[in-house]
C-alpha cells in the first residue's frame, strides 16, 4: 500500500470544520483513499472512502485533489465527540487487509 | 451497524497461562483479522482469515495463533502468556457493499499479563 503522511495533531473548535489533510503522494491508480478513526481504544470506525471523486455522506466529505496526491477529511461541525484519533489508509481495490499508521489525533474543544 | 463481538473484554492473567480471546460475528462476513495495539501505539495486523479454515500471519510477528472453523468464530490462543504479550487485541471483519470495501472492528480485549 502506498505510504500516507498526516499532521501529528490538531485542535478544533466545536461547531467548526475540522479540515484533516493527508498526503499519499505514491498513490497508484487502483489505490483507494480510506478514513476510520479510533475514539479512546475503542475499536476503530469506518468514516468515508473514494478513488478519484469528492465523496460525502452522513459523518464527513472527502475531497481527493486531481492529481491523487493528497486529499482532505471534512467534518462539517465538529462536536466534542469527534475527539479521536484519524487514520488516512490507501489500500488496493482488491486487497481486504488495513494497513494503519500513525494518524492524526483531533481534539475538539468546546 | 455492524455486529462484531470480543469476549472478554479485560483479562488479567498470570504468567504461562493458556489463554483464548474469543471473537465472533453475525454478518456472515468471510474475511477477519485480528490486530494488536499498545496505548498509545498504531494498529498492527498480526493474522487474517478470509474464509473457513484459512488462517494467515499478518505484518507484524506474534507468538499468538488463531483457528477459523466457522465463519462466525475466529478464536485467538496464546500457549504460554508473557508479560510482553500486554495489549489490547482488536478483531474485525470486512465486507464488500456497494460502496466498497468496509471494515468492522469489535470493541477489543485489554489483555494484562502479570
Known amino acids: 500500500d502506498a505510504k500516507t503522511t498526516q499532521p501529528p495533531s490538531m485542535d478544533c473548535a466545536e461547531g467548526r470544520a475540522a479540515n484533516l489533510p493527508c498526503n499519499h503522494s505514491?498513490?497508484?491508480?487502483?489505490?483507494?483513499v480510506y478514513w476510520y478513526r479510533q475514539i479512546h481504544s475503542q475499536g476503530p470506525q469506518y468514516i468515508i472512502h473514494?478513488?478519484?471523486n469528492n465523496e460525502t455522506n452522513e459523518m464527513a466529505s472527502l475531497i481527493i485533489t486531481e492529481d491523487r496526491k493528497s486529499s482532505t477529511l471534512i467534518l462539517p461541525h465538529a462536536t466534542l465527540r469527534d475527539t479521536a484519533v484519524y487514520y488516512c489508509?490507501?489500500?488496493?481495490?482488491?486487497?481486504?487487509?488495513?494497513?494503519f499508521g500513525a494518524g492524526t489525533t483531533v481534539t475538539v474543544r468546546a | 451497524e455492524a455486529d462484531i463481538y470480543q469476549t472478554p473484554r479485560y483479562l488479567v492473567i498470570g504468567t504461562g497461562k493458556k489463554i483464548t480471546l474469543e471473537c465472533s460475528q453475525t454478518?456472515?462476513?468471510?474475511?477477519m483479522y485480528w490486530y494488536q495495539q499498545d496505548p498509545g501505539m498504531e494498529l498492527h495486523l498480526i493474522h487474517y482469515?478470509?474464509?473457513?479454515?484459512?488462517?494467515e500471519k499478518g505484518d507484524l510477528s506474534s507468538e499468538s495463533t488463531v483457528s477459523r472453523i466457522r465463519t462466525e468464530h475466529f478464536p485467538l490462543t496464546l500457549e504460554s502468556a508473557r508479560p510482553s504479550h500486554t495489549s489490547q487485541y482488536l478483531c474485525?471483519?470486512?465486507?464488500?457493499?456497494?460502496?466498497?470495501?468496509?471494515?468492522?472492528f469489535g470493541p477489543g480485549t485489554r489483555l494484562t499479563v502479570t
Open positions: 474485525a471483519s470486512t465486507t464488500l457493499t456497494r460502496r466498497g470495501i468496509e471494515q468492522y
Open positions: 482469515s478470509y474464509g473457513v479454515n484459512s488462517t
Open positions: 505514491t498513490i497508484s491508480g487502483n489505490e483507494y
Open positions: 454478518m456472515g462476513h468471510d474475511k
Open positions: 489508509i490507501v489500500r488496493v481495490g482488491g486487497d481486504y487487509k488495513l494497513s
Open positions: 473514494g478513488l478519484k
